[in-house]
């Protein structure tokens, strides 16, 4: 049976987690054309739409913090071009870095990897997939640099207008 104290404390981790959703929703709800996604690591990613051609914006910090990592998104439309823009900076300084490499790959969800989309090496500020089927989907940038520093932005298919 477990003591008073820590089911207070269990109830107060809860009562905390509940009102921190409640302030993300409102703040998702009160800005025009913008999402709160969260990844697996419950970092929040916010994506701004800037058109009809629902272009987004995502940025996060790199697992082990030395990147600040942008993804300008394109073209959201299942069985159209997709294309991702990336743009690596350093994490302190905010200077973006030129010629870095890593690898690129796509899940469907946060754990399918789907077959032919593990790019390894590769150096291009851009990258297109073509994307079938609507859905959540996961963009993993990892191996950055040569490092064991990686990044997950999860997408909507097609993205989430409001």
Wanted: a neutral charge.
């Amino acid at each position: 049976m477990k003591s008073k104290k820590i089911i207070t404390t269990e109830f107060a981790i809860l009562a905390v987690l509940a009102l921190m959703l409640t302030i993300n929703s409102s703040f998702a709800q009160s800005i025009n054309k913008t999402d709160i996604i969260v990844d697996e690591e419950r970092e929040v990613k916010n994506y701004s739409t800037t058109s009809k051609d629902a272009a987004a914006m995502l940025e996060g910090t790199s697992k082990y913090g030395k990147y600040k990592v942008q993804l300008n998104w394109t073209t959201d439309n299942t069985g159209k071009e997709n294309v991702f823009t990336i743009h690596f900076l350093d994490a302190k300084t905010g200077i973006e870095l030129p010629g870095v490499t890593y690898f690129i790959m796509l899940f469907k969800g946060e754990t399918s990897l789907l077959d032919g989309t593990i790019r390894k090496n590769q150096t291009s500020s851009q990258q297109t997939y073509i994307i079938k089927d609507e859905g959540i989907y996961n963009l993993r940038l990892s191996s950055i640099d040569g490092s064991r520093e990686k990044i997950d932005f999860l997408i909507q298919i097609p993205l989430r207008q409001q």
